[in-house]
């Protein structure tokens, strides 16, 4: 795994060692920042949430394209995501180790919201559909959210969000919602 481009451009992240992670691919990162860069201007984008952040290398790549700051959550890799950060040199950014749907909920008493979320959790556990309905009945939502899931999970978008786009690569799917 590496950085695509940007002020860090090719730099290779550190993975972790076992199975209980699935880091995103080369080829869907790629993919779904071609898909952004054609929807915002990452040097307008304040603030990432990178939820079930793993390596960290979907918030990472944010900061890396011009992103003013990232917030990674993870419960397993937070080592890794700091070790990444000092690496990118990447000093605006917050790791925050738990479990995600009461982070989510602090985050929300802060009343922070985020201009790009991602979220990539473990497959076939409803963590996708949980995610996404939390961030959008906590409104941590201000621009575009990215959910990647198990190709055989059907999510169902809720009202607020209107989905951009769907793509599936594999036994992957990433939705890219806004809201409404």
């Not at 304040?46 to 793993?54: K, N, P, R, T, W």
């Not at 917030?71 to 070790?83: G, L, N, P, S």
Request: one cysteine or more; a positive charge.
């Amino acid at each position: 795994m590496r950085i695509i481009t940007g002020r860090a451009k090719g730099l290779r992240l550190k993975t972790p060692k076992n199975f209980l992670t699935r880091p995103t691919a080369d080829r869907v990162k790629e993919s779904l920042f071609s898909i952004l860069n054609g929807l915002i201007n990452f040097s307008e984008v304040e603030a990432v949430l990178d939820i079930f952040a793993g390596t960290g290398a979907l918030g990472l790549e944010s900061i890396s394209r011009g992103a003013s700051s990232a917030t990674f959550i993870d419960t397993a890799t937070v080592e890794i995501i700091r070790d990444n950060l000092q690496r990118a040199k990447f000093d605006n950014c917050k790791i925050i180790r738990g479990d995600f749907e009461k982070i989510l909920s602090r985050l929300a008493k802060q009343n922070l919201s985020f201009d790009l979320i991602f979220s990539d959790p473990p497959y076939a556990k409803g963590l996708a559909q949980k995610s996404l309905n939390l961030v959008d009945e906590l409104n941590l939502l201000s621009g575009l959210m990215i959910v990647e899931h198990g190709a055989e999970e059907i999510l169902d978008v809720p009202k607020n969000f209107q989905l951009v786009r769907q793509i599936t690569y594999g036994h992957t799917t990433a939705i890219t919602i806004v809201r409404d």
